[in-house]
């Protein structure tokens, strides 16, 4: 910050000769303003003799001091010394018109020099300031201890706003990540007080994790939920973790929506990643693994067990669609895994009529272990095509189906027509 005040200032100072300098050119005198100051300076020059002879009586006249003359008192107006005194030598202005230009110029380039001296002074200074400021950046965001600086997850408050309260349902203090010196417990599982079905379906839970860093350096620690008490949301992903401190012992909390089920009994991890920071990971699979929150079986749900129409199923897998009532929002999707192998789901492009839009929300890389089903619930695209596409338009998608521990149970449905 003290970086950006500075070269403000000069940016500001740089600004200000700027002008003085233009100002200095601007202001150097014209060629009138050179002969009328030439005039003046011949008129003064003539002026200094005061003395004139009487034409009518010879008599001396002091010009300062009398008007007439002070022997026969006559008027000297028309004498022709006086005249010929102060009539004004061409030459002799012209002469002193090109002195007085070339000290004025000569005094505007002085100055404009010294000006210019200093804008390049501020200019170096500020390149100076930049540069100090780039070194400043790369030494302090290379540094491991100040990388996260203000980052780092600290003990935290569970209420954590004022219009939500939480009560706790249970403590399972189970171990969900021990490798290289890092651990991370489950200890505490709270649901919202008005914990009560919301408009979307949701419900809103909270959990308390533990984590203690025995390493010397700081290090990052993220895990993705892909799914709880055998149900996944493509839109309700959760990611538990952050950024922590070398010898860091700190309990954090991580907010998560349920779809429905009323405690969390189980937890499925996709994506886990242990990493040093700004140095490279320690530890990384996408293999999916099941947390038991609780040793109680978590009941199955089956409220939207028979909705839509089978569109998809083999021994492995069953995809059921629904076209929504407002036809722009598209359609709701779900995925049941009848397997006992765990799948990333991901889907092609949309068709529309043998067309492909320009965008559309499908699904990537979405989490569905064995047992779950996955729910999407926004199969949609932008545009008119969509949006005003008449009954009988054809939307079509294609599913694929990883498998990362036995890649030999991979496989795509192909096109299929969502109803």
């Not at 669609?321 to 779900?334: C, I």
């Amino acid at each position: 910050m003290a970086f950006i005040v500075i070269m403000i200032i000069i940016a500001i100072a740089i600004i200000a000769l700027i002008v003085r300098y233009l100002y200095v050119q601007a202001h150097i005198l014209s060629s009138k303003e050179f002969r009328k100051t030439a005039e003046k300076q011949t008129f003064k020059m003539r002026a200094k003799s005061t003395e004139i002879t009487c034409d009518f009586c010879g008599c001396v006249i002091n010009t300062a001091k009398e008007k007439r003359c002070p022997n026969c008192g006559a008027v000297y107006g028309e004498d022709k010394e006086l005249k010929e005194r102060f009539q004004v030598d061409e030459k002799a202005v012209e002469k002193k018109a090109d002195a007085a230009a070339k000290k004025a110029v000569e005094k505007a380039h002085a100055e404009g020099m010294e000006v210019l001296k200093h804008i390049k002074i501020a200019i170096a200074a500020l390149a100076g300031v930049f540069v100090l400021m780039i070194i400043y950046a790369a030494i302090f965001y290379s540094s491991p201890s100040s990388s996260y600086a203000g980052k780092f997850r600290e003990n935290e408050k569970l209420q954590d706003n004022d219009y939500t309260e939480y009560t706790l349902i249970s403590e399972p203090n189970v171990t969900i990540f021990d490798k290289e010196g890092v651990t991370m417990r489950l200890v505490s599982v709270y649901a919202d007080d008005d914990n009560a079905i919301l408009t979307e379906g949701m419900r809103h839970y909270r959990l308390g994790i533990s984590l203690v860093n025995t390493r010397k350096e700081p290090v990052t620690l993220y895990y993705k939920v892909v799914g709880i008490n055998g149900r996944c949301n493509s839109r309700q992903l959760v990611y538990i973790g952050g950024h922590f401190k070398a010898g860091a012992k700190v309990l954090f909390y991580e907010n998560v929506y349920g779809e429905y089920f009323d405690s969390i009994d189980e937890i499925a991890v996709g994506e886990k990643t242990l990493s040093i920071v700004d140095q490279g990971n320690l530890y990384k699979s996408d293999v999916m693994e099941k947390i038991r929150v609780s040793g109680e079986d978590y009941p199955v749900i089956t409220d939207d067990a028979d909705t839509g129409i089978v569109i998809f199923e083999n021994d492995r897998i069953r995809i059921r669609s629904l076209e929504k009532e407002k036809r722009d929002r598209g359609y709701d999707v779900w995925i049941e895994n009848l397997s006992d192998h765990d799948y990333y789901v991901d889907t092609s492009d949309m068709m529309i009529d043998g067309k492909i839009p320009a965008s559309s929300y499908i699904l990537y890389d979405n989490g569905l272990p064995a047992g779950y089903t996955l729910h999407h619930d926004n199969v949609s695209c932008r545009g008119e095509d969509f949006e005003k596409r008449a009954e009988e338009s054809q939307v079509e998608l294609s599913f694929s189906f990883s498998d990362l521990v036995d890649p030999s149970n991979d496989f795509s449905t192909g096109f299929v027509t969502l109803k």
